[in-house]
């Protein structure tokens, strides 16, 4: 399932050729479609990326460790 973000992104990157499909009654419906979801994995892809990314720099540096005290023998 895609989540909605993936969707939005898809239908802005599909709009033309929607647009061209519900407009122009000459325009192949399967071709028009057929464009949408080839624009849903590469919404998918490319929001990955960006989530990815996003995810590596709000994560910041790790916490400094603590330093371990020695036991006396």
């Not at 989540?3 to 407009?23: C, D, E, K, M, N």
């Not at 122009?24 to 960006?50: I, K, M, N, S, Y």
């Amino acid at each position: 399932m895609f989540r909605p973000s993936t969707l939005v992104v898809a239908l802005i990157f599909a709009a033309p050729v929607l647009y061209q499909g519900f407009t122009d009654p000459h325009a192949d419906t399967v071709a028009v479609l057929l464009r949408f979801l080839v624009a849903l994995p590469v919404a998918a892809v490319l929001l990955g990326l960006v989530r990815l990314a996003a995810g590596r720099v709000t994560s910041g540096p790790a916490e400094p460790a603590t330093p371990r005290t020695r036991r006396k023998a």
